[in-house]
Structures are given as structure tokens and as C-alpha cells.
């Protein structure tokens, strides 16, 4: 890889402003079926579906989607099937003004399937249909490589096989690099060293960790150790709420007193809004009030779909 192995690389994020240059997500593209019911059943029960939503979902959708509806320009780098329901899902990714010329069809596969069952008390619990066939091989994201090399940042979901996550570093040797997970041992170091943003959740972090995290000092600890080897940005998700660490500074955000109807899809608000802020030079405390407050935002419904509006994020952000 071109890249150096170890300690920061990273240039100056730009002048605060608009975006410039579009952003690459690579990650899941799926068909969403969230179901709301009051309890879920026992075995040999069942129960009435209170509400029911069908989407284009996915991690690496619900982020471009969300990039597009900040004003950045996404460009989606997943798969999904020859069927019926993966050309649904691209439409609407169409109508959601996300380039999805890089998206692949694979033949003889159906696009993958998440249901979301959620009960009152805003319980999820996922049924997941994404066989190895709806995930990215390091031939597709070659295939990728006009895409990845136009674009000012790429966002790598982790849950990518590593050779995927590999072939993404190498074909976009002058973007920003954000990787949303926790990057396997056998690529750790080389990710970590790329990337510009680093996020987790808080059962990734503590993979990150090798430990549990007990509280906020630690998940700073952890945060301080990833930066110094090379990330300049690291958010990490706590039982509380979510600590930012960047070179010389630290960041705790408690989580938002805010009506929670499904979790689905706040961390992949979170990370697109921390990308949309930083792409427009702002700096990391007001990038990561804006991504807690997308986050919050995308709790309030069930299902992963975000809809975000930039001028009321700010406004919820106090920025």
C-alpha cells in the first residue's frame, strides 16, 4: 500500500464552508422491513403488527442517504441482486439523489433482507438475510476505482471482508479516510493508519479495546491511543453517550433526552453528519454536537432511514 504504516498523515481539514468533492460510502445495500408491535411473541404466540415501514436500508445506504440529505454528494459502492428488489432499492437510491453507477448487480442473487422487529419499549431485534453473495469482493471495489479516486472522502463499513476494506484504501490514495466498525486483526494496523475518522459503537470499541469499557476515562484512553496511531478524529460510543478525541483534545456528549422509538440507523447518522461537518471545515467539537444531534434525530422513528434536515441539526446542535 502507498500509505505510510504508522502515525498521523493527515493534512488540515479545509476552510469552513460548503463541501467540496463528493464522498464514497462502501457498505451494505438492503431491502428494510421494519416491523412495530407492542411485544414480540413467544414461541407458538403472535402478535399484531402496529405499524409496518419497507425501505432501502443497509449501512452503507442509510449513510449515503444521509450524506445526500446534508447537501454532500454520495457516490454508494455495495451489492445488491438481479432481482426485482435490488432494482427497487436502486431506484429509490436514485430518487435520493445518490450516485449508484458503482453499485454492483450480482447475478443469480437476491439483494439482502434485514427485518427489524421493534417492540414499545423501542427493543429491536434483527432477522438478517445478507449472504456472503451480497457482500463486496475486492473485484468490485476495483471496479470501483473511478469513483473512490474522484472523491474528496470514502467511508468504509468494517463489516466489509477485510480484502474489500484492503482494495478500498488502495484505490483512494488522496481521499479522507473514515472507517465506521472495527477493523479485523489482519488489516488493523494498515486501516488505522489510513483512516482520518474512526467510529464505533460501543460493542466495537471495546473489540478496539481487547477489554471492556468501563466509562468515559477509558473509552478517552482508548480514543487517545487510536489517535496516535494515526486517526485524527475518533468517536466512540459509551453506554452514556459518545466521547470525540482528536490530537490535544477531548469531547463527552451525553446522550440526548430524547423520545427513543428505534436505535436503528443513529450511527449511521452520526457518522455521516461528523463527515458532512469536517468535509466543510468545521472544526471537531461543532462536528461532533451536529453528528450526536443526527443521531438523536434518527431515533425518534422506527427503522434505519434517516431524514435529516442540515439547518434543524444545527439549530439542535447549538451551532
Do not use: C
Not at 498523515?9 to 431491502?31: K, T
Not at 469513483?147 to 471482508?161: G, N, T, Y
Not at 481487547?210 to 468517536?235: H, Y
Amino acid at each position: 500500500m502507498p500509505r505510510p504504516t504508522g502515525g498521523p498523515v493527515h493534512e488540515p481539514v479545509p476552510e469552513r464552508g460548503a463541501v467540496h468533492g463528493r464522498v464514497a460510502v462502501l457498505g451494505q445495500v438492503a431491502r428494510d422491513l421494519v416491523l412495530v408491535v407492542d411485544d414480540v411473541p413467544a414461541p407458538g404466540e403472535s402478535a399484531d403488527v402496529r405499524r409496518r415501514r419497507e425501505m432501502l436500508g443497509g449501512k452503507g445506504a442509510n449513510q449515503a442517504v444521509s450524506l445526500a440529505q446534508l447537501g454532500v454528494r454520495a457516490g454508494l459502492v455495495g451489492v445488491v441482486g438481479d432481482d426485482d428488489v435490488g432494482g427497487g432499492m436502486l431506484d429509490q437510491a436514485r430518487r435520493d439523489g445518490i450516485d449508484v453507477s458503482h453499485v454492483v448487480r450480482r447475478e443469480g442473487t437476491e439483494t439482502g433482507l434485514i427485518v427489524d422487529v421493534v417492540d414499545a419499549s423501542a427493543g429491536w431485534r434483527y432477522l438478517e438475510d445478507l449472504p456472503d453473495a451480497v457482500l463486496l469482493t475486492e473485484a468490485d471495489v476495483r471496479a470501483a476505482d473511478p469513483l473512490l479516486r474522484d472523491s474528496a472522502w470514502v467511508s468504509v463499513q468494517l463489516q466489509q471482508p477485510p480484502d474489500a476494506v484492503r482494495a478500498a484504501l488502495d484505490h483512494a490514495p488522496d481521499a479522507r479516510i473514515a472507517v465506521d466498525g472495527a477493523p479485523s486483526e489482519d488489516v488493523r494496523d494498515e486501516v488505522l493508519a489510513a483512516a482520518h475518522v474512526v467510529r464505533a459503537d460501543a460493542r466495537e470499541a471495546e473489540m478496539l479495546a481487547g477489554t471492556r469499557i468501563a466509562d468515559e476515562r477509558e473509552a478517552v484512553n482508548l480514543g487517545e491511543d487510536l489517535v496516535r496511531r494515526g486517526p485524527s478524529l475518533v468517536a466512540l460510543a459509551v453506554a452514556s453517550g459518545n466521547v470525540f478525541v482528536w490530537p490535544g483534545g477531548h469531547l463527552v456528549l451525553p446522550l440526548e433526552d430524547t423520545p427513543v422509538a428505534d436505535t436503528t440507523g443513529a450511527g449511521d447518522a452520526l457518522t455521516a453528519a461528523l463527515i458532512a461537518a469536517l468535509a466543510r471545515g468545521d472544526p471537531p467539537e461543532s462536528a461532533a454536537r451536529l453528528a450526536v444531534a443526527a443521531a438523536a434525530d434518527t431515533v425518534g422513528h422506527p427503522g434505519g432511514r434517516p431524514s435529516l434536515d442540515p439547518a434543524a441539526l444545527r439549530e439542535r446542535a447549538g451551532l
